[in-house]
C-alpha cells in the first residue's frame, strides 16, 4: 500500500512563510510527478505547483515568484516553501503524485493523495 503524508501547516501572519513535507511510503517502483493542491474555503481544489521527475516547475499565476516546489528523489519527498503569504493563500493544501507499482507482474501508474494541511494566513 502507498502512502502520502504530509506535514508541515498552521497558522501564520500575512507575509510569512512556511515549509510543507510530504512523504510517499510503500512498495513503488517510482513516483512521477508530485504536485501541490490547495482547496481554499468553499471553493474548489486548484493546483499550486508540480514538478516531474527530473523535470522543471510549474506554478500557478498567483503562487509564482513567492512559492518553491522541490524534490528529494532519495527521500520520496516533495516540499513547498511558501513565501510572503497572502490571507488568500489559506485553505487545506493536498500533496498529490502520479506513482508507478507492479501490478500482477505489469507496471501501471496510479495517483495517490495525502490527507490535507491546514494553512490559514491571518490579515
Known amino acids: 500500500q502507498v502512502q502520502l503524508v504530509e506535514s508541515g501547516g498552521g497558522l501564520v501572519q500575512t507575509g510569512g512563510s512556511l515549509r510543507l513535507s510530504c512523504a510517499a511510503s510503500?512498495?513503488?517502483?517510482?513516483?512521477?510527478?508530485m504536485d501541490w493542491y490547495r482547496q481554499p474555503p468553499g471553493e474548489q481544489r486548484e493546483l499550486v505547483a508540480t514538478?516531474?521527475?527530473?523535470?522543471?516547475?510549474d506554478y500557478a499565476d498567483s503562487v509564482k515568484g513567492r512559492f518553491a516546489i522541490s524534490r528529494d528523489n532519495a527521500k520520496n519527498t516533495v516540499y513547498l516553501q511558501m513565501n510572503s503569504l497572502k490571507p488568500e493563500d489559506t485553505g487545506v493544501y493536498y500533496c498529490?503524485?502520479?506513482?508507478?507499482?507492479?501490478?500482477?507482474?505489469?507496471?501501471?501508474?496510479?495517483?495517490?493523495w495525502g490527507q490535507g494541511t491546514q494553512v490559514t494566513v491571518s490579515s
Open positions: 498529490h503524485a502520479e506513482i508507478a507499482r507492479n501490478v500482477m507482474g505489469s507496471t501501471a501508474v496510479f495517483s495517490y
Open positions: 510503500g512498495s513503488f517502483f517510482s513516483i512521477n510527478t
Open positions: 514538478l516531474t521527475s527530473g523535470g522543471s516547475p
